[in-house]
């Protein structure tokens, strides 16, 4: 570095980053830290912050959720500008962010899921794994109902939201009661048909992505048993190997083992593991009457290969659950085969003070921790660039300017928090720390970003 790009360097950078799930507040945070002199737009598409923390993570998972509460104050900085419901493409492009802006981080995440991709998968009855987590996480653009009718139901895949999405489902509305789920939605939970859940994978339970806690828990709910076919566990040399090379994959493989030991307490419902059996098709002519799938075996790279062996489930619903997707970000590079932006330390390919962090760089993979170390790594690269001077001058436009001139509403930190204050509200008159409120038009109308009287509906 010269003096004189030193010299270059923005005195005071103002940095816009977009998305406020834990990613871009991750970012925040690290920005300020090293760069105390910085200011930052959080730019968010919903009424309110923290992406998936608030509507991904499962209602039933309260301390994950808590996050939450360490993150807030990265939110409350007063270096920091939250600019809640403005959508990066629709009401702020990318060209106006980088005039206004030295540099932008862009941290949108995936909210979309990847389709089965078998035969019958468009049949009535086959349910977005994602579209049902939005429902229940009470998303303001997710389904408003649930159908529930079906009494046994298929989820495909053997990762942590696999393993939400089977809970919630086996779980009784009584179990819930306690959680920020929406009221609608524990209604409509206390009236399902549900009696036997099957979560499908097409491998063995030392491949599965289940992280042990999420598995061990499901023993302890009060409604469903869970049971695993002892003929699904294998002692084999690939089993071995990857018990000796992760203690996590022992873990996994010794609680399904505990599973498949243990006589059913006959709880009610049962939430079955089938391990080594990939969906061939949905079974169906109009709605789904069963789910085909294939027994399988490992070759030798690893990979599951099918037997020829079909079985077919007599199942009215099937969920999948193999893995989220990112939507492109506007006016960024995508390569669309892996759904990422393609960067380099978080650089942007040709765009040189446009920056990626989270899902959306490294594909819908990984815990929150994750996010935060992805954010460091992607901190260290604009800190590298302010040095260097690759940034061109901003205009100096304010983008609150823009958007009030605009006529654009924006919920501010203080409008999420007359949002979080009603919520914390509506659940402890129901005996609960908060009773999440859906709807956009009341986010907004409590936000006081719309005149319209609240409804006090979560
Ligand atoms: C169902 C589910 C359960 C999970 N459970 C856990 C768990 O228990 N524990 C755990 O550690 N991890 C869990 N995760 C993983 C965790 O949620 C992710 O690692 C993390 O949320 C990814 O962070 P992100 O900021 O990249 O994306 P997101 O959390 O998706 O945040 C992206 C943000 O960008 C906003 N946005 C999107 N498009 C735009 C736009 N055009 N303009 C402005 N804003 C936009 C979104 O509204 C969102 O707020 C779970 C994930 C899922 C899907």
Redesign the pocket.
């Given at each position: 570095m010269t003096a004189q790009q030193d010299a270059d360097a923005p005195a005071h950078p103002r940095y816009a980053v977009?998305?406020?799930?834990?990613?871009?507040i991750y970012a925040t945070q690290g920005l300020l830290t090293t760069t105390p002199e910085a200011r930052v737009d959080l730019?968010?598409?919903?009424p309110a912050?923290?992406?998936?923390?608030r509507y991904?993570?499962?209602p039933d998972?309260g301390r994950?959720k808590n996050v939450i509460r360490a993150l807030e104050p990265v939110l409350q900085d007063p270096r920091v500008r939250l600019l809640a419901n403005?959508?990066?493409?629709?009401d702020v492009g990318l060209a106006e962010l980088r005039s206004s802006y030295d540099a932008v981080v862009v941290?949108?995440?995936?909210?979309r899921d990847r389709p089965l991709p078998v035969p019958g998968a468009e049949l009535d009855g086959v349910h977005s794994g994602?579209d049902f987590?939005s429902w229940y996480a009470g998303h303001p653009d997710g389904p408003t109902e649930w159908p529930l009718a079906a009494r046994s139901v298929a989820v495909v895949g053997m990762g942590?939201?696999a393993v939400?999405v089977a809970r919630i489902l086996a779980k009784s509305s009584g179990e819930l009661r306690s959680t920020d789920m929406p009221v609608q939605v524990l209604a409509a939970l206390a009236n399902s048909a549900v009696e036997d859940v099957h979560v499908f994978g097409r491998r063995g339970p030392a491949q599965a992505k289940f992280s042990p806690l999420e598995l061990r828990e499901l023993s302890e709910s009060t409604t469903f048993d869970v049971i695993v076919d002892p003929a699904d566990l294998l002692d084999d040399p690939v089993t071995r190997a990857a018990r000796e090379a992760s203690k996590i994959t022992d873990q996994v493989v010794r609680t399904v083992e505990s599973y498949a030991a243990r006589p059913p307490h006959g709880r009610g419902r049962r939430l079955f593991l089938h391990f080594w059996e990939a969906p061939a098709a949905v079974l169906g002519s109009e709605s789904v009457v069963g789910l085909r799938t294939e027994r399988t075996v490992l070759d030798n790279d690893g990979n599951a290969v099918g037997t020829g062996q079909l079985t077919d489930w007599p199942v009215q619903a099937v969920y999948p659950a193999i893995g989220?997707r990112s939507d492109a970000?506007?006016g960024l590079p995508f390569d669309t085969e892996h759904a990422v932006v393609p960067n380099v330390q978080g650089r942007v390919d040709g765009l040189p003070d446009v920056y990626v962090?989270?899902?959306?760089r490294r594909g819908?993979v990984?815990?929150?921790?994750?996010?935060r170390s992805d954010a460091a790594e992607v901190v260290a690269s604009i800190a590298a660039d302010r040095t260097a001077g690759v940034w061109t001058a901003t205009s100096g436009v304010d983008l609150v300017d823009t958007l009030a001139a605009r006529g654009h509403g924006v919920v501010t930190w203080s409008g999420w928090e007359l949002i979080d204050d009603l919520e914390q509200r509506l659940g402890l008159a129901q005996g609960r720390e908060r009773c999440k409120v859906t709807d956009r038009a009341e986010l907004l109308a409590t936000a006081g970003v719309h005149r319209a009287a609240p409804l006090t509906i979560c």
């Open positions: 977009v998305g406020a799930g834990p990613a871009g730019i968010e598409r919903l912050p923290f992406g998936l923390i991904g993570v499962a998972h994950i403005v959508e990066f493409g629709r941290a949108t995440g995936a909210l994602a987590v942590n939201v939400d989220y970000a506007p962090t989270g899902w959306l819908p990984g815990l929150i921790g994750q996010t």
